[in-house]
């Protein structure tokens, strides 16, 4: 199973993540994503629509890596 994860230093709060991954990421008050569970674990049913977000971060800030 992969996990998500976010490089803080690159991400700039725009929300794209979150609307492509709602049921893993959720937003701050700020905008920046939170992960729901606190541990990145990505379900294998969610891999495409992680991997969505990953591609279509404009901050680059996300990525999969293996757990």
């Known amino acids: 199973m992969n996990r998500l ?32 569970d606190g541990q990145g674990a990505i379900p294998p049913a969610l891999e495409g629509a992680a991997r969505q977000a990953v591609d279509r971060c404009p901050m680059l800030a996300l990525r999969l890596v293996q757990k």
């Open 5 to 36: 994860h976010i490089d803080w230093t690159a991400c700039d709060g725009r929300g794209v993540c979150t609307e492509l991954l709602e049921e893993v990421l959720t937003e701050d008050d700020w905008g920046f994503p939170v992960i729901r």
